[in-house]
């Protein structure tokens, strides 16, 4: 099976910065999303990484380490909207998108 | 970016009945469409893949009699959810992706309740 594990919560101020990790063990792997979801809606798609590195869009940025097993997703100038679920997910060998349990992210004024 | 649909949103029913939730891909042609459901402040679940023309694969411990997924064509796939109990009350969500297309995209959910 997939293990993805990332943090269960975390909370920050409005127009501060949080980073959100991933750790995975996969049989195989094509890419890794990460994705937006709020209360009651269904995900929305933030970033994809598939190569070692840094991927930069807007406010938000993804970094991948394929060697380590390891993502973090980076919210910068938070804002009270971004409030939500963060799920972390990763395509295995088989290309049946295996999801983190999701970190829930709390902005505070 | 590319847009997939559900319907209904929200459905409440009572325990025996079956319920069909459709999902289409709207401006472009999904060969393959999965299923997941969400239970509440939990990740989601896949419980099948489903390409078009042919029949679905279930993940383990997902019953294929009780949740029947049809993909008759590239922009339509069905779940149905046959004689419903209430531990079946949960959040499904579709996600459709096109030939060699790199994400997935979400349809908006389907809220079941079964009473």
């Known amino acids: 099976g997939q293990n993805i594990d990332q943090p269960t919560e975390m909370t920050a101020t409005e127009g501060a910065i949080v980073q959100i990790n991933c750790t995975y063990q996969t049989s195989g792997f094509n890419g890794l999303f990460w994705y937006q979801q709020h209360a009651g809606e269904a995900p929305t798609f933030l970033s994809y990484?598939?190569?070692?590195g840094l991927e930069e869009k807007g406010r938000f940025s993804s970094f991948l380490s394929r060697s380590k097993g390891y993502s973090y997703l980076l919210l910068k100038e938070l804002q009270m909207k971004d409030s939500a679920s963060y799920l972390c997910?990763?395509?295995?060998?088989?290309?049946?998108?295996?999801f983190g349990a999701g970190t829930t992210v709390t902005v505070r004024a | 970016g590319a847009v997939v649909s559900q319907h209904p949103s929200r459905v409440i029913c009572k325990s025996g009945t079956s319920v069909k939730i459709e999902c289409r891909s709207l401006?472009?042609?999904?060969?393959?469409m999965f299923w997941y459901r969400q239970f509440p402040k939990k990740s989601l679940m896949l419980m099948a893949t489903s390409n078009e023309g042919s029949k679905a694969t279930y993940e383990q411990g997902v019953e294929k009699d009780k949740f029947l997924i049809n993909h008759a064509s590239l922009t339509l796939s069905t779940l149905t959810v046959t004689s419903a109990h209430p531990e079946d009350s949960s959040f499904y969500i579709c996600?459709?992706?096109?030939?060699?297309?790199?994400?997935?995209?979400f349809g908006p959910g389907t809220r079941l309740t079964v009473l």
């Open positions: 401006d472009f042609q999904a060969t393959t």
């Open positions: 997910a990763v395509i295995p060998g088989d290309y049946k998108l295996s």
């Open positions: 996600s459709a992706r096109e030939l060699a297309g790199r994400e997935g995209y």
């Open positions: 990484n598939v190569l070692d």
